[in-house]
């Protein structure tokens, strides 16, 4: 197993409630923003089966967090 992987799974993740209450923004928008960003761990069924709604659950990498908060800063 690589270096790279051994750190990434020992680094700090964080679910969607944890982002929201810290940015101050909706789970729903944060996980718009974060569901499809690389490096994101989706857990879950994929699609709406039966008309029921599909259940997914992120964790966030710290790294990513971070990325995304860059590409959205002005500065």
Do not use: N, Q
């Not at 259940?55 to 860059?70: F, G, K, Q």
């Amino acid at each position: 197993m690589s270096t790279t992987m051994i750190e990434g799974f020992a680094e700090l993740h964080y679910t969607v409630a944890d982002i929201a209450e810290k940015w101050k923004l909706s789970e729903d928008a944060v996980r718009r923003l974060f569901e499809k960003e690389p490096g994101v761990l989706v857990l879950g069924k994929g699609g709406a089966a039966s008309g029921r709604r599909r259940y997914t659950t992120l964790r966030i990498p710290e790294s990513v967090v971070a990325r995304v908060h860059r590409r959205l800063s002005k500065v």
